[in-house]
């Protein structure tokens, strides 16, 4: 993240936020062990969090095929979303993209 904001086309945000998020979570310094996470570094996941999740709200109101074909097969936006909220890592007034985008749907024959 910048001290201040800066425009960047999305696809470059996408990709800085990905790699930055990457690069947190490979830090040993911040993050030596894989299987805990020191209270003091839990403040991280917010940030990243609500980062990566503006991703999913971009893709979702600005390619909404690609969303749904991805989301149909992948659901990464159903599960991130769960994830985010079991974890209170982002309120719910946060989630900009409609649940219904995501929560499955019935098979009709």
Known sequence: AHRKPQDCAAIDYMMHTIDGSTALLAN????????????ANAKYFQSMARRLYRIFAHVFYHHRQIFDDIEAEMHLCARFSHFVMKFKLMSPSMLLVPPEAYEPRPVTA
């Open 28 to 39: 040993a310094k911040h993050f030596a062990s894989r299987t805990e996470v020191p209270p």
